[in-house]
């Protein structure tokens, strides 16, 4: 079975502070998404990581993703308000049963920046 | 960018009854729609995969009697919630893949929110 695992659920940071969330999953995968969602809306892509060693950076996000350890992390810098929402990971679920674009979610990471 | 939609964005029923919610592709073609399920403060929960033209693929514990999947063509997937009850409660969204040169693409709708009372 195909596992998702993020890390932590919940995270309070303060404006212009780092911070790393982590996205584990339990077997090989050639695809790794990461989506925001605000409350009360869907999805928003922001990025898909491809490869070993893939990073990706969109403003004060980066992603990054290490097949070999399984891990991807979405690093958060020099936190705005405006970051506030939850973060989900996801993996391709193709070959356990699923069909292309079949994917895995993480619990999500409620974040939630502060001045 | 591609766009998918859904309707309606928000319905509230009656026990008992049914109801539908549409998603569409709006400027490309899909071959392949995605229905997921999200309870309050939750992940996604994928329900099944619809492929136009052929029966949805259920995902385990998803009743498909009880959650129609219609795709009659490649622009729209059709999901009918049949004989709601108050646990069917939730938050739908659809997404629909998008073949490109070298990746897979899956866009999602903006959600349908049902509430049975």
């Known amino acids: 079975e195909l596992k998702v695992e993020q890390n932590p659920l919940f995270l309070s940071m303060q404006e212009g502070k780092n911070y790393t969330i982590y996205c584990n999953y339990s077997?090989?995968?050639?695809?790794l998404y990461w989506y925001r969602q605000d409350p009360g809306k869907s999805l928003e892509s922001l990025f898909v990581?491809?490869?070993?060693?893939a990073v990706k950076q969109e403003g004060r996000l980066m992603a990054s993703l290490d097949t070999k350890a399984r891990l991807s992390t979405l690093h958060i810098t020099a936190a705005v308000h405006d970051l506030s929402a939850t973060y989900f990971c996801?993996?391709?679920?193709?070959?356990?049963?699923?069909?292309?674009?079949?994917?895995?979610f993480g619990k999500g990471t409620k974040l939630s920046v502060k001045p | 960018g591609a766009v998918v939609s859904q309707h309606p964005s928000r319905v509230i029923c009656k026990s008992g009854t049914s109801v539908k919610i549409e998603c569409r592709s709006l400027?490309?073609?899909?071959?392949?729609m995605f229905w997921y399920r999200q309870f309050p403060k939750k992940s996604l929960m994928l329900m099944a995969t619809s492929n136009e033209g052929s029966k949805a693929t259920y995902e385990q514990g998803v009743e498909k009697d009880k959650f129609l999947i219609n795709h009659a063509s490649l622009t729209l997937s059709t999901l009918t919630v049949t004989s709601a009850h108050p646990e069917d409660s939730s938050f739908y969204i659809c997404?629909?893949?998008?073949?490109?040169?070298?990746?897979?693409?899956?866009?999602f709708g903006p959600g349908t929110r049902l509430t049975v009372l």
């Open positions: 996801a993996v391709d679920g193709l070959g356990y049963g699923g069909s292309q674009g079949n994917l895995i």
């Open positions: 990581l491809l490869s070993n060693g």
């Open positions: 400027d490309f073609q899909a071959t392949t």
């Open positions: 077997t090989t995968s050639d695809r």
């Open positions: 997404s629909a893949t998008l073949l490109g040169a070298d990746r897979l693409t899956q866009y």
